[in-house]
C-alpha cells in the first residue's frame, strides 16, 4: 500500500531526471532482491553480480531484436539462471573466502569473454539496443519506463517474499545456519543451494536485460567489480535476509552517488576544493558507502531493517531503568 | 535384506575408524519396531558417531546400517529423514537466529509436497496449505509446553527450552523412527523432570520407534526397553536396562569412564551434529 502511494506521489511530483535515478534504483532493488537471497537467506556470498548482471543484458542484446522485449527478458532470466547452476557447483565443497574466490573466477571470465566478443565483432563502442515496445504501447520516456520498472518489481518482491515465508526459503535459511544438520533434517542440501543460485541469478539477469532495454546501451565496461561490490554493499546496508532491506539498500547506493554529485556542484562550485572534489567524485562515492558497510557491519550486522528493533529495545531499556538513568541515556 | 524389513534399525559389523583411530569396533545390534531403545557408555564411547552412521553424517568404514527396512549405506542424510527417521541434536548450537515457529516448521520440510514454483508463486499462503502445516508445527509446540515463545529466537532460549525446540522440530517430522542424542544432557533438574515427562509422553502417544542415547540412568531405566552399552567403540552388553546395568563389566567401564572425564556431567561442548 505505501509502496504504490509512494510510487504514485514520484510519478506525479518528480522531475524526468528524479525518475530516471528512480528507475536506476528499482533496477537494482530487483537483482539486490536476487542476490539477498543467496547471500542474506542461503548464506552464499557471490561477488559475481556484475557477470550475471552482464550475461543478462549480452542475451538481450541478441535477442530482443529479432525476439522482442518479453522473450529478451525471458532469454536473460533463462540464461543468467543456467549459467547460475554452473557457478553454484563450486559452492557445494566451497565456503566463505573460497566461495567467493569461484564467483570471482566467473566476474573475471565473463568479463574477459564479452570483451573479446564485442571487439571481434566490431562493436568496440559496445550495443545499442532500439526503443522498446511492449505490446502496443512504445516505453518511449523515463515515466513510462518507471511504471513497468515498478511493476517488475513489485513481481520480484513477491516471487522473493513467498520463496523465503514457505519450504524453500526455510530450506535456505537451515542451509545458511547449518548444512550438516540441515541434510539430517531432511533438506536436500545439494538440491537447494543450486536452487539459490538458479533464482537469485534470474533475478539479477531480469535486471540486467531490463536496465540494457532502459538505457539502449550495452558495453563490458560497465560491469566492473566494482558494481558487484556495489550490490553486496545494498543488502550489506539494507539488511541480510530482508526483503525490505534488499530494497531500501539498493536505493540508498543507488541514489547515493547522485546526491553527493550533486552536494558537491551546488556547494564548491567555483572554489579551489571543488575541482579536486569534483576530480575524484568517484573515489568519493565508492569509499561512501564502502564506509557505510563498515559502519553496519560493525554497529548493526542487521542493516538498516534492524534499526526499528533497536530502537525498540534501547526504549525498553531506557522505560526499565530508572527515570534519572533513562531521561541520560535517551534513545539511541 | 528381508530379514531386516521387520526391524527399525539394523546395523551389523560396524566399523568407523577416522585417519586410522577406531571410533566404532564390530558393532551389532537390532531394534524391533515400536521399541524403545537405549545407547549408554561413558563420554567418548562413539554414541553420537553411532546415530551419526544412522542419519547418515558419518560414512562407516566397513559393516553395513538398514533404517526402517531399508538399507541406507548408500544413502544421503535427506534421503533417510524423508524415510521417517527424525533426529535430535546433542548441542543445540545452530539456527540461533531462527524463530522457534519457523524451525519447527523445519520439521514440517519433508512432509510438504508443495514445489518451489508453487511457492514462489506464493500458492501455499492462498490454498491454506501453508496454514495447515503451521498449525501441525503448533501441534507439536503444544506438545512440548512451547507455544507461548513460538516466536523467540531460539538464540535467545535458556538451553533446556532450545532442546524442547529441537525435540518439537523431530516431532513435527511425524517420524517412524526417533534418533534422541542425549535430551536431558546440560538441563537443570527442574528441566530434566519436564524433559522426562515428555518423553514418557511421546511414548505413551506415539508409535514411532525411539532409540535414546542418555546419561542418566533413572531416566533409562523408565524410558528404554532394552539398552546396549558401548565403550571405547565396542559393545559390551545388550538387555534390558536392570540387567545390564549392574554387570561387573558395566560398571568398570562407567567407573573408567568417570574417572577420565574431567566432570560427572557430560560434555556439551564435544561431540558433532
Ligand atoms: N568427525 C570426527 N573426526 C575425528 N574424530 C571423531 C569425529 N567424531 C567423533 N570422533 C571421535 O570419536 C570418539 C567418539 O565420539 P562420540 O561423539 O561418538 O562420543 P559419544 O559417545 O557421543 O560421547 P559423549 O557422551 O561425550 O557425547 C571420540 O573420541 C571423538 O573424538
Ligand atoms: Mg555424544
New interface residues.
Given amino acids: 500500500m505505501v509502496l504504490v502511494v509512494v510510487a504514485l506521489a514520484v510519478l506525479f511530483r518528480a522531475s524526468s531526471y528524479d525518475i530516471y535515478v528512480a528507475n536506476l534504483a528499482i533496477l537494482a532493488a530487483v537483482a539486490a532482491l536476487g542476490l539477498n537471497l543467496l547471500t542474506g537467506y542461503t548464506g552464499q556470498v557471490s561477488v559475481g553480480n556484475a557477470a550475471f548482471l552482464a550475461i543478462g543484458a549480452y542475451t538481450a542484446v541478441a535477442v530482443m531484436a529479432r525476439a522482442g522485449f518479453i522473450l529478451g527478458v525471458a532469454a536473460a532470466a533463462l540464461a543468467t539462471a543456467a549459467a547460475g547452476f554452473v557457478v553454484g557447483f563450486p559452492s557445494l565443497r566451497l565456503r566463505g573466502l573460497y566461495l567467493v574466490l569461484s564467483t570471482l573466477a566467473l566476474q573475471f571470465i565473463v568479463a574477459f569473454a564479452f570483451e573479446k566478443y564485442q571487439t571481434q565483432s566490431g562493436a568496440i563502442a559496445g550495443y545499442t539496443l532500439g526503443a522498446t515496445a511492449l505490446g502496443p504501447m512504445h516505453l518511449d520516456s523515463d515515466r513510462a519506463w518507471y511504471v513497468l520498472l515498478v511493476v517488475v518489481l513489485a513481481m520480484a518482491t513477491y516471487v522473493a517474499w513467498s520463496l523465503v515465508r514457505s519450504k524453500p526459503g526455510r530450506a535456505w535459511i537451515a542451509i545458511r545456519e547449518h548444512d550438516v544438520e540441515a541434510a539430517v533434517i531432511g533438506v536436500d542440501v545439494t538440491r537447494y543451494k543450486l536452487l539459490a543460485f538458479v533464482i537469485s541469478s534470474g533475478f539479477v539477469g531480469v535486471a540486467g536485460a531490463l536496465a540494457a532495454a532502459y538505457t539502449k546501451h550495452v558495453s563490458y565496461e560497465a560491469y566492473t567489480l566494482d558494481l558487484a561490490v556495489a550490490y553486496v554493499a545494498m543488502i550489506i546496508i539494507g539488511g541480510l535476509a530482508s526483503i525490505v532491506g534488499s530494497i531500501i539498500g539498493a536505493a540508498i547506493v543507488t541514489v547515493l552517488p547522485f546526491l553527493i554529485t550533486n552536494a558537491a556542484n551546488s556547494w564548491f562550485a567555483g572554489a579551489a576544493a571543488g575541482s579536486f572534489v569534483q576530480r575524484n567524485l568517484p573515489f568519493i562515492n565508492a569509499s561512501t558507502y564502502a564506509l557505510l558497510v563498515l559502519v553496519f557491519l560493525m554497529f548493526e550486522p542487521r542493516g538498516l531493517v534492524g534499526l526499528p528493533a533497536r530502537v525498540v529495545s534501547a526504549a525498553r531499556r531506557a522505560r526499565g531503568a530508572s527515570p534519572g538513568s533513562a531521561a541520560k541515556q535517551g534513545v539511541i | 535384506m528381508s530379514s531386516a524389513s521387520g526391524l527399525a534399525v539394523a546395523v551389523a559389523h560396524l566399523e568407523l575408524q577416522f585417519g586410522g583411530m577406531a571410533v566404532l569396533r564390530d558393532v551389532s545390534f537390532a531394534v524391533a519396531r515400536g521399541e524403545r531403545y537405549g545407547i549408554v557408555g561413558p563420554n567418548g564411547a562413539g554414541k553420537t558417531s553411532l546415530l551419526n552412521c544412522i542419519?547418515r553424517?558419518y560414512r562407516q568404514t566397513g559393516g553395513s546400517v538398514s533404517a526402517l527396512g531399508e538399507c541406507v549405506d548408500r544413502w544421503?542424510?535427506?534421503e533417510?529423514?524423508?524415510l521417517g527417521v527424525a533426529?535430535t541434536?546433542q548441542n543445540m548450537?545452530?539456527?540461533?537466529?531462527?524463530s522457534v515457529l519457523?524451525f519447527v516448521?523445519?520439521?514440517r520440510?519433508?512432509r510438504?509436497r508443495?514445489s518451489?514454483f508453487v511457492?514462489?508463486?506464493?500458492i501455499?499462503?492462498l490454498t491454506g496449505d501453508?496454514a495447515r502445516q503451521r498449525r501441525a508445527a503448533h501441534g507439536a509446540l503444544d506438545l512440548v509446553g512451547l507455544r507461548n515463545v513460538a516466536k523467540t529466537k531460539i538464540g535467545e532460549l535458556p538451553y533446556g527450552l532450545a532442546k524442547l525446540a529441537d525435540l518439537a522440530?523431530a516431532l513435527a517430522?511425524e517420524p517412524r523412527l526417533l534418533l534422541l542424542d542425549e535430551p536431558a544432557a546440560g538441563l537443570s533438574s527442574d528441566e530434566r523432570g519436564h524433559v522426562g515427562r515428555m518423553l514418557l509422553r511421546i511414548r505413551d502417544e506415539y508409535e514411532a520407534t525411539q532409540v535414546v542415547i542418555e546419561h542418566d540412568m533413572a531416566l533409562v531405566n523408565l524410558l528404554c526397553q532394552r539398552i546396549l552399552v558401548l565403550n571405547a567403540g565396542q559393545k559390551i552388553a545388550e538387555g534390558p536396562p536392570q540387567e545390564v546395568l549392574g554387570e561387573p563389566r558395566v560398571v568398570a567401564a562407567f567407573l573408567g569412564g568417570r574417572a577420565a572425564a574431567s566432570e560427572a556431567m557430560p560434555e556439551r561442548g564435544r561431540g558433532?551434529?
Fill in positions: 542419519s553424517t544421503r542424510p535427506h533417510v529423514a524423508r533426529r541434536f548450537a545452530a539456527f540461533r537466529d531462527v519457523d516448521m523445519l520439521g520440510h519433508t510438504i508443495s518451489t511457492c514462489a508463486l506464493g501455499p499462503f501453508e522440530r517430522m558433532g551434529s
